[in-house]
DNA sequence: TTTAGCACTCGGATATCCGGAGTGCTAACA
DNA sequence: TGTTAGCACTCCGGATATCCGAGTGCTAAA
C-alpha cells in the first residue's frame, strides 16, 4: 500500500514533528541529513500520503504535521526500538535499590522518575490486592473505645483502619474474635471475606461470644476493605511546558480529568496485560483528545495487578517512552514477584 | 490614620474586585448599594487611599485594585466574620460521618472537600507522627526472606515496610527480637526510637540472640521510620479557572511547586498554631507572588501536629475562606483527640 | 466639603498591511 | 517516466494604525 519511499517520508517527517513541534515543509525535510530527495519530489510524495491520511495541514500553505492515522501507522509499522541510554537505567534502577521498602514507596516514586525521564505526566496504578489473601488480622486497642484494625496479605500489603469498639466486647472477646479470624481466614483471597464471615465466622461468632450481635458487626467493620483506589501521578506540570497546552482551558479540561481518581483508574485498570497505546480520539474522552496515553501492566506472579502510564502530546517520543515503560513495568514484575513469592 | 469613611470606601473596593476581577472605577463604585457619595468624591479619596499605597492603578487612567497592603488591611482590620452556610457546614461534617475510619483518608477527603467548596487548590498536611508513641511491633514473616514489619503508634497510626530477613535468624529468634521491642519500647516517641535501640535493645540483643550483628541491623531497618511527609492535594485546576492565571508560563511555576512535596511541607508545616495568612509576596516564593496562602493547624491534645491551607489568587474570598478554615481545623483537632485519647 | 463638567489617558479590540515559508502546478530534464 | 526547477498563489503571524470607552485628575461652582 505505501512504497518504502513513503514509509521512509512519513517516518522522517514523525520524527521531525515530534522534535520541533514544527510543522515540516518540503524544504526544511529535504535538507534533513539522510534526506536525498529534492522539495519538489517531497512535496508530490506528502501530497499522497495526505491524500491517503496519515498526513494533514493545519491551513492551506503550511507544511504537514502527522494525522493521527500517521501516528498510529508510526507506532504500528515503523518504531524503531529504543535503546536506552545509561542515565536512564540508572535512575529505574534507583528505585529499587533500598533493602528496606515499602510497595507504596516504590510505586510512588516510579510515577515521579517516570515523569522526569519523560517530561510528561505520568500515572501509576497501584497493585490491586483484591486477588491477594489474607495472611494475618489483629486488633489492637488503643484506649477503652477506639482500636486499630490491621489486615496483612500475602503480597505484603497492610491494610488498617480505625475502628470504635463497642462496649459490650471485652478485651478477652477481642481475642477470641481476632484468634477466630486468623485460624478461618488465613489464605483465604480478600474478595472473598465478606462472604466467608456470613458462611463460617459468624456461626462461630455466636457460639464463643455471648455479645454476638456486636461481635458480629464489630467484625464486619475489621475486615472492611478500604477499596480505595490507589493512583499516583508524577510531573502533571510538565504538560504545560508543552506548546500544545498552551491554551489554559484545554489543559484545564485535562487537569481536572486527571485529578478524578476514579475516572482514572477506570481507564488504565490493567486489562490483557501488556501495552497499550491510545493515540489522541482513541482516548474516548473529550478531554485527552490532544492526548496519547502509553500504559503497561506490571504483575505479580504473571497476573496483572497495576499498570504505569504516561500521558503526552500526540506529538510524543513514542521511542523513548515506550523503551521506559515496558523496561519498568517488567523490573516492578520481577521485584514484586521475587519479593513477595515462596521459593520453594 | 484612615478615617471611617476611607476604611468604608476601601473595604467596599476590595469587596466589590475580589467578586468581580476587575479593576473598579468611581462610577460604578458610587452606584453600588449603600454607597451615597458621588464618583467626584469617591474619587478623591481612591486617590488618598492610592497615595497611601492601599490600592493601586493597572495603568494610569484604570480603576483601582487592592494593593497588598490593601488586603492586608482589609484582612486585619475589615474582615468581617463569615457565617458557613447550610451546604457548607453539611459537606464539612461529612467527611466524620463514617464510624470506621483511617485518619489518611479523612485528611485526604479534607483536602477534596476544602478544594471543592472554595474553588482554589487546598493543601492539607497529614499529622506528624514524630511525637507520638510507640503502641506496639509485629513482625509478620511473608515467606523464607521476606517479612512485613508494623508499628502502631498510641494516635493510630500504622507504620509498614518490607524488609529482607536475613538468613541467619530463624523465626524463634524473630519472635525474640519482637518481645524484646515491645517490651522496651512501648511508649517511647518514635522521635527517640533509634536512639532507645542502642542504649537499651541492643544490649538486650546480644545476651538472647546468637546472631547478634544480623539481628541487630534487622531491627534497625523494622523500625526505620518512613520520614516521609504525607502532603495531600486538592483541587489544583481551579486555579486555572481564576482569571489572574490565565497565563501558562505563570501558572507553570505555581504548578512545579506545587509537586515538591518537601518544599510545600516546609512552607506549611505546623509551627506556632492559629491562623497563618499571606498575601503575595509575603510568600517568599516567587512563584506564588501573585497567591495567598491561607493555613490553620490542627493539633492533637493540644499539639499542632498537621495544617490545612488554601492557596488561592490574591484576589481571594478571604472571609468565606478563613471561616471554612477553622471550621475544619476545629473539628479535626476534635476528632483526633476525641478518638485516640483515654478518656480516663 | 461635595459635586458637576471637561479634557485627557490608555488599554483592548478591530482593521490593515506585509514578509516569509510553504504549496500546487506546469514545464523542462535525465 | 520519474525528478526537478520555476513561479504564482495562499495564509499565518507580527507589526502598525485607528477607534472606542471607561476612567482619571483638575477646576470651578454649589
Known amino acids: 500500500m505505501l512504497t518504502d519511499r513513503q514509509l521512509f517520508i512519513l517516518q522522517a517527517i514523525v520524527d521531525d514533528y515530534i522534535q520541533s513541534a514544527e510543522p515540516v515543509g518540503s524544504r526544511s525535510l529535504s535538507k534533513q541529513s539522510g534526506m536525498s530527495y529534492s522539495p519538489a519530489t517531497l512535496r508530490n510524495e506528502m501530497a499522497d500520503l495526505e491524500e491517503m491520511g496519515f498526513l494533514e495541514k493545519p491551513h492551506s500553505s503550511s507544511g504537514r504535521i502527522p494525522s493521527e492515522r500517521g501516528y498510529r501507522h508510526y507506532v504500528d509499522h515503523l518504531l524503531l526500538p529504543h535503546q536506552l541510554s545509561n542515565r536512564e537505567i540508572h535512575d529505574l534502577r534507583s528505585l529499587f535499590a533500598r533493602r528496606v521498602m515499602e510497595t507504596e514507596q516504590v510505586v510512588k516514586q516510579s510515577a515521579t522518575i517516570l515523569s522526569e525521564l519523560t517530561s510528561y505526566a505520568s500515572i501509576v496504578l497501584g497493585p490491586e490486592i483484591f486477588e491477594s489473601k489474607m495472611k494475618q488480622v489483629q486488633i489492637i486497642p488503643l484506649n ?161 495487578v497495576g499498570t504505569i502510564s504516561i500521558v503526552g502530546p500526540t506529538r510524543m517520543e513514542y521511542p523513548r517512552v515506550i523503551g521506559l515503560i515496558e523496561h519498568l513495568s517488567r523490573d516492578l514484575s520481577k521485584v514484586l514477584t521475587n519479593l513477595y513469592t515462596d521459593r520453594s
Open 144 to 304: 477503652d473505645r477506639t482500636a486499630v484494625a490491621i489486615l496483612v496479605t500475602d503480597t505484603g500489603h497492610v491494610e488498617n483502619h480505625t475502628v470504635s469498639l463497642p462496649e459490650a466486647l471485652n478485651s478477652s472477646d477481642l481475642e477470641k474474635i481476632a484468634n477466630i479470624l486468623n485460624d478461618r481466614l488465613r489464605g483465604v483471597p480478600l474478595y472473598q471475606l465478606q462472604n466467608k464471615i456470613t458462611t463460617e465466622v459468624a456461626g462461630l461468632l455466636r457460639q464463643h461470644i455471648s455479645s454476638y450481635r456486636e461481635a458480629l458487626l464489630f467484625t464486619e467493620e475489621t475486615l472492611q476493605k478500604s477499596s480505595e483506589e490507589k493512583v499516583y501521578y508524577g510531573g502533571k506540570a510538565n504538560l504545560l511546558s508543552q506548546p500544545e497546552f498552551r491554551d489554559v482551558d484545554k489543559v484545564r479540561m485535562i487537569f481536572e480529568l486527571l485529578e478524578e481518581d476514579h475516572t482514572m483508574h477506570e481507564l488504565l485498570k490493567p486489562e490483557q496485560g501488556g501495552l497499550m497505546i491510545r493515540i489522541g480520539q482513541e482516548n474516548a474522552n473529550q478531554a485527552f483528545e490532544d492526548c496519547s496515553i502509553i500504559s503497561a501492566s506490571y504483575s505479580f506472579n504473571g497476573n496483572p
